[in-house]
T-cell receptor, first 115, second 112 residues
Framework: EAAVTQSPRNKVAVTGGKVTLSCNQTNNHNNMYWYRQDTGHGLRLIHYSYGAGSTEKGDIPDGYKASRPSQENFSLILELATPSQTSVYFC??????????????FGEGTRLSVL | GEQVEQRPPHLSVREGDSAVITCTYTDPNSYYFFWYKQEPGASLQLLMKVFSSTEINEGQGFTVLLNKKDKRLSLNLTAAHPGDSAAYFCAVSATGNYKYVFGAGTRLKVIA
């Protein structure tokens, strides 16, 4: 069964600390995405990837880095966490557009609080 | 780049009533359109998808209408029930653009 798994599910971090959010997909999808969700903004794209070794900036990349070491794994890194990065983060994976007309599949989300 | 405006942000209807959520987008090359449902504290689940030209898709008590001339996508619920209470998001992407732009969401509350 297609799955996107995020870890941790909840995280409390201190301002200035480093945070790594991990995402694993078993769907053999080429594309992976990191979004954050805040009330009133819907989902906003932070970084995305076309495949292993590639990362691309999304619409709000400042303060975030991404890493795609393999087809299955895509990480989001906050080198110096700030309270403004308190949010719910969603990872998603998707096939190439036009392949099976599939929509991106989402993980369960990570709730991050930066104090 | 693509911008998506979703209306209304909040919607409250009585059980059995209809509900309409609308998204307007800016990129005329937009080709892939999705609706997601998100229950409180949960992930996004695909509700419906529609592609290409003007189409009507139906399923799960919902109808999706795409009007490419007006660049408008709507989700119509014909007879709401309390289990439909959730947040709904539209997502839009252009061909060859791997980015999916989401609307800000509509929080639907169905009152029994």
């Amino acid at each position: 069964e297609a799955a996107v798994t995020q870890s941790p599910r909840n995280k409390v971090a201190v301002t200035g600390g480093k945070v790594t959010l991990s995402c694993n997909q078993t769907n053999n999808h080429n594309n992976m995405y990191w979004y954050r969700q805040d009330t009133g903004h819907g989902l906003r794209l932070i970084h995305y990837s076309y495949g292993a070794g590639s990362t691309e900036k999304g619409d709000i990349p400042d303060g975030y880095k991404a890493s795609r070491p393999s087809q299955e794994n895509f990480s989001l890194i906050l080198e110096l966490a700030t309270p403004s990065q308190t949010s719910v983060y969603f990872c998603a994976s998707g096939d190439r557009q036009g392949v099976n007309n599939q929509a991106p599949l989402f993980g369960e989300g990570t709730r991050l609080s930066v104090l | 780049g693509e911008q998506v405006e979703q209306r209304p942000p909040h919607l409250s209807v009585r059980e059995g009533d209809s509900a309409v959520i609308t998204c307007t987008y800016t990129d005329p090359n937009s080709y892939y359109f999705f609706w997601y449902k998100q229950e409180p504290g949960a992930s996004l689940q695909l509700l419906m998808k529609v592609f290409s030209s003007t189409e009507i898709n139906e399923g799960q008590g919902f109808t999706v209408l795409l009007n490419k001339k007006d660049k408008r996508l709507s989700l119509n619920l014909t007879a709401a029930h309390p289990g439909d209470s959730a947040a709904y998001f539209c997502a839009v992407s252009a061909t060859g653009n791997y980015k999916y732009v989401f609307g800000a969401g509509t929080r639907l509350k169905v009152i029994a």
